[in-house]
């Protein structure tokens, strides 16, 4: 069996490979009467779009979306949405080793012992170019939740944090690292030049917001929100953690350190903190719901490392091709785009229990 599909209510299917002639998702369970074009989701793929700057793969893509279906005269049917994005500038002549030999950290091995074949060009479906279907599908899921501001921004890089102090959400589409903190992506800008340089990569760790969230969303107990978070997120190829809210931190804290708070408000509580990121017992609190999401390095590196063949031989490999110095970079959009699509579903989820 497999598993291509994520969502409960409001699901989408990804479909396609890195060096295929097209990827795509369909989406469905859309609510019908939504405006929708393609100029409402080509914004979102252009901020994942490769090739903007050096500090990303020079893969040159234009990501250019089309709605198939689910739509007539600029609104959703309620039918099942397909959303095609061509492949304009493969180059599978630059995986002629990984067909032969695997790379460490990637997916190669695990693709061939599952299934007995592969397809090499590009890692096919454990590419991070899948996720342009999920930013595709993410922009048709902001649409059912308007209420709701999404935002990520990098944190972190290489073990380089922004200071909190310097936050300035306004700086985060003014620099190719998406940081909030314009002294740190000065000091990122060395560190991913560094590392691209020497043929190595660098993780990442992204932060995500989500304001607006009313109380109520999430179903217990296999549907919680939090839970539903954590899958979507580690779904998203090279991420290898989160947190919601203080997340590990949380585990250093006191019951009493640890508690938000409340007094009494207008419109239900005050919180005092947010620890628990929004989310309590699997339900959103009403609070910013927040979490932090962990990406790798970019397995594909031009520094030899040991591998073995597809004989079990021992072997040694670089991968040549135009890699990400840091795949953390382009995963703001792709942690926004998953985080919309989960939303979506508990609202959709809490409206068919619980009504409006």
Same mark, same amino acid.
């Given at each position: 069996?497999?598993?291509?599909?994520?969502?409960?209510?409001?699901? %989408?299917?990804?479909?396609?490979?890195?060096?295929?002639?097209?990827?795509?998702? *369909?989406?469905?369970?859309?609510?019908?009467?939504?405006?929708?074009?393609?100029?409402?989701?080509?914004? %979102?793929?252009?901020?994942?779009?490769?090739?903007?700057?050096?500090?990303?793969?020079?893969?040159?893509? !234009?990501?250019?979306?089309?709605?198939?279906?689910?739509?007539? +005269?600029?609104?959703?049917? =309620?039918?099942?949405?397909?959303?095609?994005?061509?492949?304009?500038?493969?180059?599978?002549?630059?995986?002629?080793?990984?067909?032969?030999?695997?790379?460490?950290?990637?997916?190669?091995?695990?693709?061939?012992?599952?299934?007995?074949?592969?397809?090499?060009?590009? =890692? =096919?479906?454990?590419?991070?170019?899948?996720?342009?279907?999920?930013?595709?599908?993410?922009?048709?899921?902001?649409?059912?939740?308007? #209420?709701?501001?999404?935002?990520?921004?990098?944190?972190?890089?290489?073990?380089?944090?922004?200071?909190?102090?310097?936050?300035? !959400?306004?700086?985060?589409?003014?620099?190719?690292?998406?940081? !909030?903190?314009?002294?740190?992506?000065?000091?990122?800008?060395?560190?991913?030049?560094?590392?691209?340089?020497?043929?190595?990569?660098?993780?990442?760790?992204? +932060?995500? #917001?989500?304001?607006?969230?009313?109380?109520?969303?999430?179903? !217990?107990?296999?549907?919680?929100? /939090?839970?539903?978070?954590?899958?979507?997120?580690?779904?998203?190829?090279?991420?290898?953690?989160?947190?919601?809210?203080?997340?590990?931190?949380?585990?250093?804290?006191?019951? +009493?350190?640890?508690?938000?708070?409340?007094?009494?408000?207008?419109?239900?509580?005050?919180?005092?903190?947010?620890?628990?990121?929004?989310?309590?017992?699997?339900?959103?609190?009403?609070?910013? *719901?927040?979490?932090?999401?962990? %990406?790798?390095?970019?397995?594909?590196?031009?520094?030899?490392?040991?591998?073995?063949?597809?004989?079990?031989?021992?072997?040694?490999?670089?991968?040549?091709?135009?890699?990400?110095?840091?795949?953390?970079?382009?995963?703001?959009?792709?942690?926004?785009?998953?985080?919309?699509?989960?939303?979506? /579903?508990?609202?959709?989820?809490?409206?068919?229990?619980?009504?409006?």
């Amino acid at each position: 069996m497999s598993f291509n599909t994520f969502g409960r209510v409001f699901r %989408f299917t990804s479909w396609g490979e890195s060096h295929g002639p097209a990827l795509g998702a *369909v989406v469905d369970g859309c609510p019908p009467g939504l405006a929708l074009s393609e100029a409402d989701i080509q914004p %979102f793929l252009d901020k994942r779009r490769p090739g903007q700057s050096r500090f990303t793969t020079q893969r040159q893509e !234009p990501d250019q979306v089309r709605i198939l279906s689910g739509v007539f +005269e600029g609104r959703t049917t =309620g039918t099942p949405i397909s959303l095609m994005i061509e492949n304009v500038d493969q180059r599978s002549k630059d995986y002629s080793e990984v067909a032969r030999a695997y790379r460490p950290g990637h997916a190669d091995y695990a693709y061939d012992a599952k299934y007995g074949f592969r397809d090499y060009r590009g =890692g =096919g479906r454990s590419s991070a170019r899948e996720t342009a279907a999920r930013v595709a599908a993410g922009a048709v899921a902001r649409l059912a939740i308007p #209420e709701v501001s999404i935002l990520a921004w990098v944190s972190e890089i290489g073990g380089d944090a922004v200071d909190p102090a310097r936050f300035d !959400p306004r700086e985060i589409d003014r620099n190719p690292f998406f940081c !909030p903190d314009p002294q740190a992506a000065i000091r990122w800008e060395k560190l991913v030049d560094d590392a691209r340089k020497s043929g190595s990569s660098l993780g990442a760790v992204i +932060e995500c #917001e989500c304001s607006g969230v009313p109380a109520g969303w999430g179903a !217990p107990l296999y549907a919680k929100l /939090d839970s539903e978070l954590a899958a979507a997120m580690m779904s998203i190829n090279a991420v290898k953690g989160i947190e919601i809210g203080d997340g590990f931190a949380a585990a250093r804290l006191t019951g +009493e350190q640890n508690a938000d708070p409340m007094r009494p408000g207008n419109d239900g509580p005050t919180f005092l903190a947010n620890h628990a990121g929004g989310i309590a017992g699997g339900i959103s609190t009403g609070q910013p *719901v927040r979490l932090r999401v962990a %990406f790798k390095p970019t397995s594909s590196i031009l520094t030899p490392v040991e591998t073995i063949d597809r004989d079990g031989a021992a072997a040694e490999i670089r991968t040549k091709g135009r890699h990400d110095p840091c795949v953390g970079i382009r995963g703001v959009p792709v942690v926004e785009a998953m985080a919309a699509l989960v939303l979506a /579903d508990q609202k959709l989820l809490h409206r068919a229990q619980c009504g409006s």
